[in-house]
């Protein structure tokens, strides 16, 4: 039996997703209805290019308004619901395709998964799953109930969802969209305007939750969500979803036995919700309890993923549990075990390249051989020459300097080599102490190269390690402060006051704002290339610096600094004058201390 389909959709200024999304689903809906809330770009344009049927409806500071407006212009046996920042995942369509072509129960509601994206970028694992309803019947009751995080409803017939393993990607909480549209000031009135109205309800109270948490305000979204938690009720549709925003408020809050204290009541009532003992892990290993911790991961492995119904933290069935214990065991300095579940977590999620990194410390603490160790790390690439610059990252950041130009150097010989490659390079030239070339490279770069100023500031170190001081100072001078980011203007100053330093010029006072922390980095950043080249009186001349600022973690840095170049007693010395004078140490320091002294 074939079912035909109307896609229906509410949209405002959606110009950059519209078509992403009408793209991913024009070739399997019989026709689309496009509802316009008030835009001023080319959505409209672009929603007519796919043969949409556009309508007009005034915005009214309420989503089921729109959405039900919507639903009015469907004409087809089956509606399915989709928003502009979403697109049908590919790998699903032929699912989709066999479910239309089913026979339907006509009260069933078919919810699908969505996996929404947070962060920068797509590229990101930071993914949230959750099911919502995209397919019901037309003209059989339905409609949209609430202002905001709207709820299908019907009241006319008994109702049966079903879940299908079928995908859909969300991209409107990427950064780019929520700063652009400003979502979650929206909301927030929104649904304070909802709860005036109705003050009992708690689905009201855990979405304005929700929008608080968005905006790393754990405190109030808290205070919501246990609001939404009073008369718990097990069965609610965002019930689990409710617990385990309590856990991760009480996590972030570091209130852990609260949080624990939950985990165990979501426990009860959700046994198969693996994504509360992925928490009660991450959790544990916080408490530095790994043993506890790795038995709450192998449980997620057990479980595998959550059923749709629960899912929520992408892949805590797979790859996010492989990669916990594979940290853990390497902090516990097993490495053999540590890789074996560094390898797994790849195997799991081939694209997820962050285990690489501790699979690089591994083997160099095996002291492999570098032919044998470049052989290993190429064995998890498939993609070469476009790889490449990946392999370079490796070793770049584990020390392998000279290894990590050479990977570069081949993507330049692939002729690929693009702006972020080039002040890589030079990254490698200075930490390698290729100085003289380094200064001929960049002697060649373009004013217009995106990374220009940084590329400089890499030059001013080269010509004082090379004792050009009349150089570097020419080098830092070019640049006006006026067509500087504010950021790159504390840059500057730093520079210049190192020039001031070696020519045994008055320096001036940075800043005297304990909280102003934007010179630290170009101070250690310097001071790191100093010492990792064995200029030795150069660093001791650099740390001068460190005197032009308040920041009271810099004794905390130098510490790790030592550190990391095996200076210990240097390191011990540093730590310990950090913790006297300032009160100041943070858990890799409590670590560092403790190995020292051990």
Request: glycine share 4%.
């Amino acid at each position: 039996m074939s079912n035909e389909i109307s896609l229906c959709m509410i949209v405002k200024n959606e110009e950059e997703n519209l078509g992403r999304c009408l793209k991913s689903v024009k070739d399997m809906v019989d026709e689309i209805i496009v509802v316009d809330t008030g835009s001023i770009d080319k959505t409209v344009d672009i929603a007519k290019e796919y043969g949409a049927k556009v309508y007009y409806f005034k915005w009214c500071n309420n989503f089921s308004a729109a959405r039900n407006e919507s639903l009015k212009y469907a004409s087809k046996d089956w509606i399915l619901i989709m928003d502009a920042d979403d697109e049908f995942c590919n790998g699903d369509k032929e699912k989709f395709i066999n479910l239309i072509n089913s026979d339907l129960k006509e009260n069933a509601i078919g919810f699908f998964e969505t996996l929404n994206y947070f962060g920068s970028s797509i590229s990101s694992s930071n993914i949230s799953v959750n099911l919502n309803p995209r397919l019901f019947k037309n003209n059989y009751g339905y409609a949209y109930e609430g202002e905001v995080h709207n709820q299908l409803v019907n009241k006319e017939h008994e109702t049966e969802g079903i879940t299908y393993p079928i995908r859909i990607y969300h991209y409107g909480y990427l950064d780019k969209n929520i700063v652009s549209k400003d979502k979650r000031k929206r909301n927030i009135q929104l649904l304070e305007n909802q709860i005036k109205k109705d003050p009992y309800n708690k689905f009201s109270y855990f979405n304005l939750g929700n929008e608080y948490f968005s905006l790393d305000d754990k405190k109030t979204a808290l205070e919501n969500y246990y609001k939404a938690y009073e008369n718990f009720e097990s069965n609610a549709g965002y019930a689990s979803r409710l617990i385990e925003r309590i856990v991760i408020s009480n996590y972030d809050l570091k209130y852990y036995d609260k949080a624990l204290e939950f985990i165990d009541i979501g426990m009860k009532y959700y046994p198969q919700f693996t994504d509360l003992y992925y928490l009660k892990g991450i959790i544990l290993e916080e408490q530095d309890k790994p043993t506890l911790a790795i038995k709450a991961f192998e449980k997620c492995i057990e479980l595998g993923e959550a059923p749709p119904v629960f899912k929520s933290i992408y892949g805590v069935g797979g790859f996010r549990s492989f990669h916990e214990m594979s940290k853990i065991y390497m902090n516990l300095k097993d490495y053999d075990t540590a890789y074996k579940y560094c390898v797994e977590t790849i195997r799991s999620k081939p694209d997820f390249l962050v285990p690489l990194y501790n699979i690089m410390h591994i083997l160099k603490e095996k002291k492999i051989d570098l032919p044998e160790f470049k052989n290993i790390i190429e064995s998890f690439f498939t993609d070469f020459p476009r790889e490449y610059p990946i392999v370079a990252d490796l070793f770049y950041m584990i020390g392998y300097y000279n290894t990590a130009l050479e990977y570069i150097e081949k993507c330049e010989e692939e002729k690929m080599l693009s702006e972020n490659l080039k002040i890589f390079k030079v990254k490698c030239l200075v930490y390698s102490s290729k100085i003289d070339e380094c200064i001929e490279y960049t002697s060649d770069i373009s004013e217009n190269n995106l990374y220009y100023f940084q590329i400089m500031m890499y030059r001013v170190v080269c010509y004082i390690t090379k004792d050009r001081y009349d150089l570097a100072l020419v080098t830092a001078n070019q640049f006006n402060d006026s067509n500087l980011s504010n950021y790159n203007k504390k840059v500057v100053q730093v520079y210049r006051q190192l020039i001031n330093l070696f020519t045994n010029k008055a320096t001036t006072i940075l800043s005297e704002d304990e909280n102003m922390k934007d010179f630290t980095p170009s101070i250690f950043e310097i001071c790191e290339i100093f010492l990792m080249n064995k200029e030795f009186d150069k660093f001791e001349k650099s740390l001068n610096l460190l005197n032009l600022v308040s920041d009271k973690s810099v004794l905390l840095q130098l510490s790790k600094l030592y550190y990391k170049y095996g200076y210990i007693d240097m390191a011990k010395k540093e730590m310990i004058r950090s913790i006297k004078l300032f009160d100041v140490i943070d858990r890799e320091g409590a670590n560092i201390l403790k190995g020292i002294l051990n």
